[in-house]
């Protein structure tokens, strides 16, 4: 199989790295020069394209399936709408309408499409309900993963990641020094992120589907600190209410919003589909850094 993974970052290298021990054709694809010296290093041929330029996208051979998998580089709306609206209408658009066009489409999108449920679980066939821009921005991008790439005979998928974590995004002591606000976190650890794309592309799953690409576990933050703090031998980090977080915050209201967001997603179909988790909760997934971090390497 040959694959491009556009955005070939955080997750993608990842990918890029297990596909090719797999004997997979892998294109890593960035916009600057500088990251294709991370794709080179993963083993996977690199190649400069920015996805909101058609012409430049010429440079990405024939392959059977593309990963979406570009980064916003912010949090602003505008950004987010060029990177996962824009750029992907136009990777669509300019791989769609070759000779030999890819076979599927898996877009990485997130469960900030939801919204707020209180805490209740949350799956695929939950209606997504966004109360931010950005999270109608995701939205959007979702629907052209899957219309825009039936026009063009392209089986879209959407995988919809929970928080990321790993290498680099352990974070722990942001939790340690606290104070920790309430509710519920959704955890994706890179390696099974990676490995949850690899599964759908190379069993041949889930073609025009929406998957939810979360671990088995949610915890509340606060129960993630304590236990952080337990395995590190430090205190516990006090904790406050995300009313007490909000009152007299001057954050924007796409902050606001996201510290409102609670609910737990469910990983059943993903199960379902056959995926075995690397890192099937925190507690897995956090063991190696809370080693390094406790012997102060």
Known sequence: MRVAILGCGYVGLELGRRLTDAGHGVVGVR???SGLADVQAAGVTPVRADVTDPESLSAVGDV???VYAVSAGGRGVEAAREAYVEGLRTAIDALGDRDDPPDRLVYTGSTGVYGDHGGEWVDESTPPAPDTERG???LEAER???ERSEERGIDGTVARF???YGPDRYRIDRYLDGPVTEGWLNLLHRADAAGAVAHLLTEDLARDEVVLVVDDEPVRR???AAWLAEQVGAPAPSTRTVAERL???DLPEGSRARIRADKRCSNAKLRGLG???????YREGYREAVEEYASGE
């Open 136 to 138: 109608e921005v995701l």
């Open 64 to 66: 059977d399936a593309v």
């Open 31 to 33: 916009r600057s020069e």
């Open 275 to 281: 995926y075995e988790f690397e890192f099937p909760t």
């Open 222 to 224: 606060p129960d993630l």
């Open 162 to 164: 929970a928080g990321l």
């Open 144 to 146: 052209i993963a899957r």
């Open 247 to 249: 009152s007299g915050s």
